[in-house]
C-alpha cells in the first residue's frame, strides 16, 4: 500500500442542524492537503451519483459500516469521513463577524472498516460578513484536522508495513479436516 486511493466525504453542518451535502469548504480544504502529498483522491461527486443519499447521511453521521461500503464502491481503500459543524456566528460590534466551527474527522479502511485514525479541531475565524468569517474559520480549522489525519494514516501504514496487515482466509465446503490437508 504505497499511497493509497483516498475518498473525503465532510458535509458541513449549519447552525440550524441540517446537514449540507454540497457545502464544500471543510472537504476541499483537506483534500488539498491530502493532495499536496501527491495522494491520488476518488471524486466524491462522481461516486455519489450512483449512492443514495441515505448512504452518505448514515457514513457522515457515524456509521463506519456505511462509510466503508461507500468509500470501497467509489474504489478508494481510505475514505475519511466526518462532520464540519460550522458554528454560530458572533457579531463583533457591528463591523467584524467571529466563527468558531468544529471539524471532526475519522479515517476508515474500507476493506474491513477499522479506524485508521481520528481527529478533531475546534477552530476561530473573523471576516467582514458572516459568510466571510465561516468560511475562513472553517479553512483554518479543516486544514489542522487535514494534516493531523493524514499524519495519523501515515503512521498507521507504517505499522502495517512493518508488522504485515492480518488476512483472514474462510475455507467452505470441506468434509473433514483430512480433506483440508
Do not use: C, H
Amino acid at each position: 500500500m504505497d499511497k493509497p486511493r483516498i475518498m473525503v466525504l465532510i458535509p458541513e453542518i449549519s447552525p440550524s442542524g441540517e446537514i449540507e451535502i454540497r457545502s464544500n469548504v471543510a472537504e476541499n480544504t483537506v483534500m488539498e492537503y491530502f493532495k499536496s502529498k501527491d495522494f491520488e483522491l476518488v471524486d466524491r461527486d462522481q461516486a455519489l451519483a450512483n449512492i443514495e443519499k441515505d448512504s452518505v447521511r448514515a457514513a457522515a453521521s457515524g456509521d463506519a459500516r456505511a462509510a466503508a461500503m461507500l468509500g470501497l464502491r467509489a474504489g478508494a481503500e481510505v475514505i475519511v469521513v466526518g462532520t464540519a459543524n460550522m458554528g454560530k456566528v458572533e457579531d463583533i460590534r457591528g463591523i467584524l463577524y467571529a466563527a468558531t466551527p468544529t471539524v471532526s474527522v475519522r479515517a476508515l479502511n474500507t476493506g474491513n472498516a477499522s479506524i485508521y485514525a481520528t481527529a478533531t479541531e475546534v477552530g476561530k475565524g473573523r471576516g467582514g460578513t458572516p459568510d466571510q468569517a465561516q468560511k475562513t474559520a472553517l479553512q483554518s480549522t479543516a486544514k489542522i484536522v487535514g494534516k493531523d489525519i493524514f499524519w495519523k494514516i501515515v503512521q498507521q501504514w507504517n505499522k502495517e508495513r512493518l508488522n504485515g496487515v492480518p488476512i483472514e482466509v474462510v475455507v467452505t465446503g470441506v468434509g473433514s479436516f483430512s480433506s483440508l490437508n
